[in-house]
């Protein structure tokens, strides 16, 4: 093996994607003979017995298979305080391209979820516009749409790492964001229908769950990428996704895009609702408060390896994890394996959206030794993810909102690994 082969990109193993198809990855697989007969030898080959039978029949909607089981939301314990409040979040560590399966999406809901008969429900469009208008759900399915593949977060995910929360994984510091092609019709479509007046500067949106979800959003925002989304990943939005629909607005906080929509009133000034005032809102160490802070942050994320995961045996792994910005897409990621000292850019596996998740590698090869392994985006804006550092002498740790700091997770010589802070 040649000198350039072994070139690495970083320091504690990191290896250049250019010299890994020279690094003698023999031994994954077995080499056939150019005949099935020789390859079956080869192979000490028996067929299986699920080859030899015919297995159930096609089901009326399907499920995964009784070897994917890891593949569940983790759900918060209930609260009679706070009745059907709460959340459920994605097994990040497990899933693998951008899109998050519908039913391993992440939820928050405020009063649980709502049993709504599409053809009751009414989308109120009134204020500050020339003709009020009411829509049944019926009547939006017939309006053109469009169709596109966006992340939604959560403003609290990752708020664990700013509290020095020990121990965690992906999913628990970090499963409140999920990705998915959301289809629906552009809000600007139906405002020009409705006709927003002059004077119209927010529009108040509020859902039909028991707790009156209301969120103020800007007139620029609801007349440029915000859409009344309808289907998710090509079937009608889950129950717990706003079913019949749901408001999305696109890179920003997830609270933002009110679920189960039924009014949009045009106001001159920010209602100013109980949860953009009481909550997500970020309180600085002077006490006083962020209000509005609507884009998600310059973020990633190393799925895997990560937090609760054990490496087997010292040899070449695969870092693997997810990329997204707010306020456009991912151009680079970069991984380090020594707490940031030195850096390697990681292969862009996936398309790179605006404002959707986009999946990145880099392969790893582990000494056995002690590692912190890390990784920073940079989006199509310049901004650059943050240290947890940094974060904190900006805003101190009072809020734990819109924290989109570095994640390092520490790798100990006998292979385990935890979330660590640097």
């Known amino acids: 093996?040649?000198?350039?082969?072994?070139?690495?990109?970083?320091?504690?193993?990191?290896?250049?994607?250019?010299?890994?198809?020279?690094?003698?990855?023999?031994?994954?697989?077995?080499?056939?003979?150019?005949?099935?007969?020789?390859?079956?030898?080869?192979?000490?080959?028996?067929?299986?017995?699920?080859?030899?039978?015919?297995?159930?029949?096609?089901?009326?909607?399907?499920?995964?298979?009784?070897?994917?089981?890891?593949?569940?939301?983790?759900?918060?314990?209930?609260?009679?305080?706070?009745?059907?409040?709460?959340?459920?979040?994605?097994?990040?560590?497990?899933?693998?391209?951008?899109?998050?399966?519908?039913?391993?999406?992440?939820?928050?809901?405020?009063?649980?979820?709502?049993?709504?008969?599409?053809?009751?429900?009414?989308?109120?469009?009134?204020?500050?516009?020339?003709?009020?208008?009411?829509?049944?759900?019926?009547?939006?399915?017939?309006?053109?749409?469009?169709?596109?593949?966006?992340?939604?977060?959560?403003?609290?995910?990752?708020?664990?790492?700013?509290?020095?929360?020990?121990?965690?994984?992906?999913?628990?510091?970090?499963?409140?964001?999920?990705?998915?092609?959301?289809?629906?019709?552009?809000?600007?479509?139906?405002?020009d229908e409705a006709g927003v007046l002059p004077d119209a500067r927010w529009v108040a949106a509020v859902g039909a769950d028991a707790a009156s979800m209301g969120r103020s959003v800007p007139i620029e925002k609801a007349l440029d990428d915000t859409m009344v989304a309808l289907f998710q990943n090509g079937e009608p939005v889950m129950p717990g996704q706003g079913y019949p629909m749901r408001l999305f607005l696109p890179g920003w906080e997830g609270n933002a895009s009110v679920k189960w929509l039924s009014q949009l009133k045009l106001t001159r000034e920010a209602v100013h609702f109980r949860d953009e005032t009481s909550k997500y809102t970020d309180v600085l160490s002077n006490r006083s408060s962020l209000q509005f802070t609507f884009p998600m942050g310059t973020k990633s994320l190393i799925t895997s390896p990560s937090g609760q995961m054990s490496l087997p045996g010292q040899g070449l792994y695969k870092i693997t994890g997810i990329a997204w910005s707010g306020t456009g897409s991912i151009r680079r990621v970069e991984v380090s394996a020594d707490g940031g000292r030195s850096w390697a850019d990681a292969l862009i596996e996936s398309n790179q959206f605006d404002k959707a998740l986009t999946r990145f590698s880099i392969p790893w090869q582990w000494a056995g030794g002690d590692a912190i392994l890390q990784s920073r985006a940079t989006d199509s804006a310049g901004n650059v993810q943050p240290t947890r550092d940094a974060i904190i002498a900006d805003r101190g740790t009072i809020s734990f909102y819109h924290n989109h700091c570095i994640q390092s997770w520490a790798v100990t010589d006998s292979g385990e690994v935890s979330n660590v802070y640097v």
């Open 1 to 191: 093996m040649t000198k350039k082969i072994l070139e690495k990109a970083a320091a504690n193993g990191l290896i250049n994607r250019r010299h890994l198809l020279g690094m003698g990855l023999t031994g994954a697989g077995v080499v056939a003979t150019n005949s099935v007969m020789g390859a079956d030898a080869a192979l000490n080959f028996e067929i299986p017995g699920w080859s030899k039978q015919p297995g159930p029949g096609a089901s009326a909607y399907g499920g995964r298979s009784s070897y994917a089981e890891q593949l569940q939301r983790t759900a918060g314990r209930p609260n009679p305080t706070y009745p059907g409040g709460g959340s459920s979040r994605s097994p990040l560590q497990h899933l693998q391209g951008i899109i998050t399966p519908n039913s391993l999406h992440f939820e928050r809901h405020h009063a649980g979820i709502p049993d709504i008969d599409p053809a009751q429900h009414k989308l109120v469009i009134n204020g500050l516009v020339r003709q009020p208008l009411v829509f049944s759900y019926e009547d939006l399915l017939k309006y053109p749409m469009v169709s596109r593949i966006y992340f939604l977060e959560c403003s609290g995910n990752s708020g664990a790492l700013l509290r020095g929360v020990q121990g965690g994984n992906a999913q628990s510091l970090h499963g409140l964001v999920s990705c998915a092609e959301w289809t629906g019709i552009p809000l600007s479509t139906l405002l």
